[in-house]
């Protein structure tokens, strides 16, 4: 028998607010807020222990050697380990019939006394919500007179949403599932103190995180870590920054002096640009292809994708250092740059460039998955690299090109061809619409953009960009105001807070082309990840908020108690950051 008897309680804002944190339901802790919460106003808590069995739905699991569904699917196997590790608890796990609770009913004789969690795929959620989509709604089942268990069922539209939705039941959870140094075992898995019901689906499907690791390298165990923070605040896209003036991170085994030369440098201004200071030490350091092969699997396992950028044809310093005699630049640097000002661009003239990026572009699809490959494409500084060079004034008149936007629009579109032919899309900084929106003297380009390119949108007016959509271009918005996580830029958590992705004067049909947002991290004065953290921390928060719920969901004052809380988290998570700018 379910007990169904209590009233429910749907919590507004208003009313949560009013509740002091330590008095918020740990369904209203979740970050980002989710969708729909409804509380029982009382009822039995509900707490894992280690005999919690772990059930999964014969559509989440695959093939053992007698053909039927006996195995957990990869996604549904790796919320048992998920939960299994954060707990340090046994939870059996076992695959059941579609049918699940009609099985569970004939099996009841069978089994011992136990709670379970049970996964299933509701295809409702699906046209509903979409397919991260995912509802946790619980029950109580009355054995005899003295005994009843819970059921926790965790109903996702697709296996994709499998990941967001034990991440809302992790947070949910003490923080030591958190910890890895924490006694498991003296810790009560409390879930919730009373029966409920989630059901929750981003606004977006782009979640983005922007990591440049070109400026300074962090190395394996920190990516992983980043993931797995990621993770936790249901973002899906690892934007990779993988090249720069000041390094150039990534193997590629066709030209090896980019990480022999390009990986390395002899020191680094510290500070602030022209700051004329310097570490006085140098920094380099690269990813292998099999750490790479690593990283992105163990990001796939977490739910999320890797877009890699290698940044071209401005901000390569270091690719233009490591190959001189490719004659890649107008100018030419002789070793990886100490100072983060660089005017150095690829020569868009020159064959040889573009064969070169095709090469390494091969290599790097067989690394990453993603469907887009970024390419940069910012602040190619056209006075400074390309203006009066006599190789670009030819080319300008052999091709009748008008302006040096026009130069970077030809070089954007056979980049983007490149990789078309691979089978991958281009993305790049709105730069690429070709409008000159740093004074660099580029001009404003008579070119067309070739039309599947994605536009990472940071800088600069919407209009054009309001315009790219109008014509059918999907857009990341990352308007920096809002979304930079640097040492200099301004948004405070509220600021951060308060971005809302959509562009204005978009029909809903054109509206659905902004797939969602991102937010960035720059590192030319973040040496580690203690200091990464402390740029990062609390604006991500605000940030994957924003990317996930819906607009109307948003409050900033009930999202700054749900930080609070948090903040708990990140301390298991041994995640240090400035507390006073939770505010
Ligand atoms: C950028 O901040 N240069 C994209």
Request: proline share 6%.
């Amino acid at each position: 028998m379910i007990t169904s008897s209590i009233t429910r309680l749907t919590l507004s804002a208003a009313a949560a607010a009013c509740l002091a944190p330590s008095s918020l339901h740990a369904q209203e802790q979740v970050i980002p807020r989710p969708a729909e919460i409804s509380i029982e106003k009382e009822g039995k808590a509900l707490i894992l222990d280690p005999q919690t069995e772990i059930v999964v739905s014969e559509d989440l699991a695959t093939s053992g050697t007698n053909g039927k569904q006996t195995e957990p699917g990869k996604e549904a196997a790796y919320a048992i380990s998920y939960l299994r590790q954060g707990t340090g608890l046994k939870l059996p796990a076992s695959v059941n019939g579609l049918n699940i609770q009609a099985a569970l009913k004939k099996s009841e004789a069978t089994y011992a006394f136990r709670d379970r969690i049970i996964f299933s795929v509701d295809k409702r959620l699906l046209q509903q919500h979409g397919p991260e989509a995912y509802a946790l709604q619980t029950s109580f089942v009355k054995i005899n007179p003295d005994k009843e268990q819970f059921i926790l069922n965790v109903k996702i539209a697709s296996p994709k949403a499998i990941i967001p939705a034990i991440q809302t039941i992790a947070q949910m959870l003490p923080p030591a599932f958190f910890d890895p140094k924490a006694d498991k075992a003296k810790t009560e898995w409390k879930l919730a103190d009373a029966p409920f019901t989630v059901t929750d689906y981003p606004r977006y499907a782009w979640r983005s995180f922007m990591l440049d690791e070109a400026r300074y390298f962090y190395g394996v165990d920190a990516v992983k870590k980043i993931i797995d923070q990621m993770a936790l605040l249901k973002m899906n896209v690892l934007h990779w920054h993988l090249s720069d003036d000041g390094g150039w991170r990534i193997e590629i085994k066709k030209y090896p002096k980019l990480t022999s030369i390009g990986s390395k440098r002899r020191d680094t201004e510290i500070e602030k640009w022209g700051s004329g200071k310097y570490s006085g030490k140098p920094h380099e350091g690269y990813y292998t292809q099999d750490q790479i092969r690593d990283i992105v699997a163990y990001a796939a396992e977490r739910g999320i994708t890797i877009i890699p950028e290698i940044d071209v044809p401005g901000h390569s310093a270091a690719l233009c250092a490591s190959y001189p005699e490719l004659k890649l630049t107008l100018k030419q640097p002789s070793e990886v740059p100490a100072t983060f000002t660089q005017n150095i661009a690829l020569d868009p003239t020159n064959e040889k460039v573009y064969e070169v990026l095709s090469d390494i572009l091969d290599e790097i699809i067989t690394l990453f998955p993603s469907p887009i490959i970024h390419l940069g494409g910012d602040e190619v500084r056209h006075k400074d690299c390309w203006q009066g060079e006599p190789a670009i004034e030819a080319f300008m008149k052999k091709k009748g090109l008008k302006s040096l936007n026009d130069v970077q629009t030809y070089f954007t579109n056979r980049m983007s061809q490149i990789l078309s032919r691979k089978g991958r899309r281009m993305m790049g900084w709105n730069e690429i619409l070709g409008h000159d929106i740093h004074g660099d003297g580029g001009g404003t380009t008579t070119g067309t953009l070739a039309p599947n390119t994605v536009i990472n949108y940071w800088y600069g007016k919407r209009e054009p960009v309001i315009e790219a959509a109008k014509k059918g271009h999907d857009i990341v918005n990352s308007e920096w105001q809002y979304t930079y996580m640097t040492k200099f830029s301004k948004p405070d958590l509220r600021k951060s807070y308060s971005f809302d992705p959509a562009l204005p004067g978009l029909t809903p049909e054109q509206q659905k082309r902004v797939l969602g947002m991102a937010c960035h991290t720059w590192t030319e004065w973040i040496p580690d990840t203690d200091e990464l953290y402390r740029q990062m921390y609390p604006r991500i928060i605000a940030l994957a908020e924003t990317a996930w719920t819906a607009k109307e969901r948003k409050n900033y004052d009930d999202f700054l108690k749900r930080v609070r809380n948090y903040t708990r988290i990140l301390d298991a998570m041994d995640v240090k950051f400035d507390h006073s700018k939770i505010k």
